[in-house]
DNA sequence: CGGCCCTAATTT
DNA sequence: AAATTAGGGCCG
């Protein structure tokens, strides 16, 4: 078991008692390996070599970082057996994906770094990465900028048995990816959810939103347990434009 | 155009 | 291992 607390240095949400509140943290089991970092806290799944989530709250103050660093993938030091690799994305023909983005963390040089760890990283479809996925990260900081923050997670989905595998050490390439957002409204939460099919994907963020039930279902696991059940349950595209 | 998502080759 | 350089495409 992990004991979670906020290392982002970011105001958390307090809730209905006054104590601190990981919006962004799903319901998650003890067994999972479980990191936290700078800028995201993330389940590593040893046998995909993937995250099976990512979460994370993006502020406001942090998408007006101004920190310069490339990026510099690497293996994560605080996970035991971390056995993804450049090796296994190069000439592989897929992306080394960012699940929370590089760009989301120019307010700490150390963040970045971190951002760069296997632990945040899935293999993805070029055109997708660049394009669908790049559009919903980029409506992910102007909510950002809007509320003040938003709590996000996201990650792989598999659908078939059999899908494919890249590198000498076989890491798992996803069928789709989910992204779901809460933001901080005038009468509570909203939430809402993105599935993405992990190839060439390039349209709007608006053509891949569902509810955040829908990806529940497709993930097996509560992703805002902290929020009502009926936040999650409809969205209004207006709210997310 | 700058910013963002990257790749690969080269140098130190 | 890290930094630098060069290249590609899309978006607002």
Redesign the pocket.
């Known amino acids: 078991m992990v004991v979670l607390f906020c290392a982002c240095g970011a105001a958390p949400y307090r809730g209905e008692e006054g104590q601190s509140v990981r919006v962004e943290l799903p319901q998650y089991s003890p067994d999972e390996d479980i990191v936290e970092h700078m800028g995201y806290t993330a389940s590593y799944n040893h046998t995909t070599l993937c995250p099976d989530w990512v979460a994370w709250e993006l502020t406001a103050e942090e998408c007006r970082g101004t920190n310069e660093q ?3 993938f ?1 293996r994560d030091p605080d996970i035991e057996f971390p056995k993804a690799s450049r090796e296994d ?3 592989s023909g897929w ?4 699940m929370a ?4 963390m ?1 307010w700490s040089l150390q963040a970045m770094a971190e951002s760069d760890y296997f632990t945040n990283i899935c293999p ?1 479809d ?1 055109v997708m ?3 669908a996925w ?2 919903i ?2 409506l992910t900081r102007r909510l950002a900028l809007r509320h003040g923050a938003v709590y996000v997670i996201c990650g792989p989905v598999y659908d078939s048995v059999e899908h494919r595998h890249i590198g000498p050490a076989c890491v798992h390439v996803p069928d789709r990816f989910f992204k779901a957002l809460a933001v901080r409204g005038g009468e509570g939460f909203n939430a809402v959810g993105f599935l993405v099919e992990n190839n060439r994907q ?1 349209g709007s963020p608006r053509s891949y939103a569902v509810t955040v039930d829908s990806v529940e279902a497709v993930v097996g696991r509560n992703l805002f347990p902290q929020l009502p059940e009926a936040v999650e349950a409809a969205f209004d595209w207006n709210d997310w434009k």
């Open positions: 490339g990026r510099q690497s994305y190069s000439n992306d080394k994906g960012h983005p590089h760009a989301e120019k993805q070029k990465n660049a394009q790049r559009k990260e980029d390039t």
